[in-house]
Every structure is written in C-alpha cells, then in structure tokens.
C-alpha cells in the first residue's frame, strides 16, 4: 500500500509562489506516476499535472501550463509542485494521487492512492 502527504500549501498573494511536497512511503513507490488535482469549493476535482514514475514525462493543465512545474525526486520519495504567477482562481485544495501512468486522460477512479490534500488559498 502507497501512502502519499502532501504539505506546503497556504495563503499567498496574487503573483505570489508556493512549492507543495506530496511525500510518498510504502511499497516501490518511486514506480507510480503521480498526479496534482485540486478542488474549489463548489467545483469538480481537477487535473493540474502529472508526471511519470522516473520523472521523465510530465504534463500539465492549459491554465497552469508556464505558471507549474512539476518534479519528482525519487531518492527523496518526494514530487513538488513549484507554483508561480499565482492567481485567485488557483485556490482550493491540492492533493497528490498515484496512478500507472502519466496522462491527462486518467479517469479518477484510475488513480491507485491520495494524501489528505492541503489548501492553497490566493488572495489580496
């Protein structure tokens, strides 16, 4: 069993940056790809980012695309979620979700383990 937390989020100011860590532990678990979702109140869960188990392949959402980065350091068991040009429809919670491969296709049922999340919140 993969467990996954994720840490890092906070309240940022529009055009502000925040880094979220999604920490994994358990069996082989720098053979998973991991994804980024995030929730706003009232919304559906989002895709935001994926990236392929050897941090080879990574993908991103239209509107995150040259704002995020995502990265993988397997060594720490560790993907980051670098987020810049922040803005206030970025906010909501982040959680990090283990899948068999990187695709912005996956259906969420797809997706194997999820941490907790962590709340991102952009405002002035």
């Known amino acids: 069993q993969l467990q996954l937390v994720e840490s890092g989020g906070g309240l940022v100011q529009p055009g502000g940056s925040l880094r979220l860590s999604c920490v994994a532990s358990g069996f082989t678990s720098d053979y998973y790809a991991i994804g980024w979702f995030r929730q706003a109140p009232g ?37 980051y979620l670098q987020m810049n040009s922040l803005k206030p429809q970025d906010t909501g919670i982040y959680y990090c979700a283990s899948a068999h491969k990187c695709s912005r296709w996956l259906y969420l049922y797809e997706y194997d383990y999820w941490g907790q999340g962590t709340q991102v919140t952009v405002s002035s």
């Open 43 to 79: 919304k559906e869960r989002e895709w935001v980012s994926c990236v392929s188990s050897n941090g080879g392949d990574t993908k991103y959402a239209d509107s995150v695309e040259d704002r995020f980065t995502i990265s993988r350091d397997n060594a720490k068991n560790t993907v």
